[in-house]
């Protein structure tokens, strides 16, 4: 196992938590689903080209987080919830995609 300390926590079965300020979350679902990037002023789709590997990711300043990988959630999410940086926390809704309620504010200071 290496050292590599990664820009987020997982919490429960369906919140991510993002903590590192220097480096963008592009969140990846499955492949039909929109990408998501979470950076320290809230979350959005990703319009750009995902990172292809980690260094191209690097170079961005972003980190590529697969859900439904075994080191995140081991599933392909529906519901997921992103506690940003911005003391906000935001849910996504991967069945509401291509509508206003996709990506929507949960919560405001939830720290």
């Given at each position: 196992m290496n050292n590599y300390e990664k820009p987020y926590l997982v919490s429960g079965r369906n919140t991510l938590i993002h903590k590192n300020k220097k480096l963008d979350l592009v969140l990846v679902n499955d492949d039909d689903d929109p990408a998501v990037i979470v950076t320290r002023h809230?979350?959005?789709i990703f319009t750009e080209s995902v990172p292809a590997n980690r260094g191209e990711a690097k170079d961005r300043y972003m980190e590529v987080v697969d859900i439904s990988s075994s080191d995140v959630f081991s599933?392909?999410?529906t519901l997921l919830f992103i506690q940003a940086i911005n003391n906000k926390e935001y849910k996504v809704d991967y069945s509401k995609k291509?509508?206003?309620?996709f990506i929507r504010i949960h919560q405001e200071n939830y720290i």
């Open positions: 809230g979350v959005k599933e392909v999410k291509g509508t206003d309620l």
